[in-house]
């Protein structure tokens, strides 16, 4: 066996090296073990076990009244599905139906009495532990709602265009449109309408990272604006490039040492960031709150973006992690919202809301943790993958 870390030797040409160098390989042969296989990866497999309300670390000290405005605004949404109509991926919510009569109850809770709260989901809903196959843990993050400087027109500072939905977008997401470089190069400029401009092409990358901001126009006003579509390249996190050329260590991914390097670095910074191929387009968002992937506004500190592959949107879940400061995180959350990184049946990102704090908080957060999905007791079908049989 050869050893690649050395340069190799000139073969023999004669039978006696010949015969010489066969038995040193055969004798070598029999005292080695045979190479180990790579593991292959277990696959994402979303299992479902139910627990009592007793497992769920926190259950009796969190104020789950404060999760009701967000459940209420996706009632709203599960409540306007046809009966029949499965929630979730293979039905993991039951059906539309199912829904009727914990959203029904909700009207009658009364707001501020945390008691009634958590009789209100005792009552209705039964918990179920969530677990990626024989995994039950995984990764939570953060993210926030940017809020930039920006202008109608393009002029002065603000050179940096914000796209709108280009019209010859592919209505299939996995067939790629023009790539970032592309688009930064000037691609969509003569044929796609700025929303809008800004001043600083960092805080735009991290805007369409985030899905959603607020614009601070220069001439007073304020905009929402949110996810209206993406170029179908798949998304690069800035961390693993920035890792990958050196620029930071394994220890800095936070997203503040990222945009602290990155702006810090302005001849390089572009190059870099365009190894992240996707690109978002954005909408004005009526209202004051961001719109998730649900279609409702986020509760600052109870959305939660989950892969919709995995876990229904609009369903509450209990969280169990640590927030960036090693607090325990215990609480009642709502899946809400989606993101390209958030992947797999044991995956969360946190919405902290909006400003320095939200920015402080989100961009450091990167803890292992748990859920636990609430569905409602009474369910026409049985849910994905349900471990443990009938309940």
């Known amino acids: ?224 604006i949110g996810f209206d579509g993406s170029n179908g390249r798949p998304y690069v996190a800035l961390g693993q490039i920035l890792l990958r050329h050196g620029k930071i260590g394994a220890g800095d991914t936070t997203m503040q040492t990222i945009r602290a390097w990155l702006k810090d670095h302005p001849a390089e910074a572009p190059a870099l960031m365009a190894e992240n191929p996707r690109y978002v387009f954005f909408r004005i968002i009526p209202g004051e709150a961001p719109i998730g992937s649900a279609g409702v506004p986020l509760t600052a500190g109870r959305s939660l973006a989950v892969d919709p592959h995995f876990i229904p949107l609009g369903v509450p879940l209990w969280l169990s992690s640590v927030d960036p400061d090693g607090i325990p995180l215990e609480r009642l959350v709502i899946a809400q919202d989606t993101g390209a990184a958030i992947k797999g049946p044991v995956r969360g990102d946190l919405f902290w809301g909006a400003g320095d704090a939200a920015f402080d908080k989100a961009g450091r957060m990167k803890s292992q943790g748990r859920y636990f999905l609430l569905l409602p007791r009474t369910q026409s079908r049985p849910v994905a993958l349900l471990d443990g049989g009938p309940w």
Not at 29 to 43: D, H, N, R, Y
Not at 115 to 130: L, N, S
Not at 183 to 202: H, K, N, Q, R
């Open 1 to 224: 066996m050869t050893d690649q870390s050395r340069p190799l030797r000139p073969l023999r040409t004669t039978r006696q090296g010949l015969v010489a160098g066969l038995l040193l390989l055969v004798l070598a042969a029999c005292g080695q073990e045979p190479p180990l296989a790579p593991a292959t990866p277990e696959p994402d497999r979303l299992v479902l076990t139910p627990v009592a309300w007793s497992e769920l670390p926190g259950w009796r000290t969190d104020r789950q009244d404060q999760a009701l405005s967000p459940l209420r605004r996706s009632c709203q949404r599960l409540t306007d599905l046809p009966p029949g109509q499965p929630v979730g991926a293979d039905g993991t919510g039951g059906l539309a139906a199912d829904w009727l009569g914990p959203c029904g109850a909700l009207r009658s809770v009364p707001e501020g009495d945390a008691a009634a709260v958590r009789r209100y989901f005792e009552t209705w809903f039964q918990p179920f532990r969530v677990a990626n196959g024989t995994r039950g843990t995984g990764l939570f993050t953060g993210y926030f709602e940017s809020e930039l400087a920006a202008s109608r027109t393009r002029h002065g500072p603000y050179q940096i265009p914000l796209y709108t939905r280009p019209k010859d977008l592919p209505r299939d997401p996995a067939q790629p449109y023009a790539s970032r470089a592309e688009i930064e190069a000037g691609a969509l400029a003569a044929t796609v309408p700025a929303l809008a401009y800004v001043t600083d092409a960092v805080d735009a990358h991290i805007l369409q990272i985030q899905g959603s901001g607020r614009l601070r126009l220069d001439d007073g006003g304020l905009i929402q």
